[in-house]
């Protein structure tokens, strides 16, 4: 089970690394207005994870309080 995990990893890192490659390529041939673009584009990207994590922390924290409480 272990070695299918760690195969898996490997796999998704590869294609992380590939993506990043393309974008290089699209930012150097596309200019200044294209690189703020796809930096807009990766923090907007970025951000819905960790809000999607607090929103769950604070529903799981309300729900425990009310359960501990009651």
């Known amino acids: 089970m272990k070695k299918f995990v760690f195969a898996v990893t490997l796999m998704i890192s590869l294609d992380s690394i590939a993506?990043?490659?393309?974008?290089?390529a699209v930012v150097e041939q596309g200019g200044e207005e294209v690189a703020e673009g796809i930096n807009?584009?990766?923090?907007?990207l970025m951000a819905?994870?960790?809000l999607?994590?607090?929103v769950a922390g604070f529903l799981f924290y309300r729900n425990w309080k009310k359960?501990?409480?009651?």
């Open 48 to 50: 819905f994870p960790y």
């Open 19 to 24: 993506q990043c490659a393309m974008c290089r």
């Open 40 to 44: 807009s584009g990766i923090v907007y």
């Open 52 to 54: 999607l994590i607090v």
């Open 67 to 70: 359960s501990s409480v009651g």
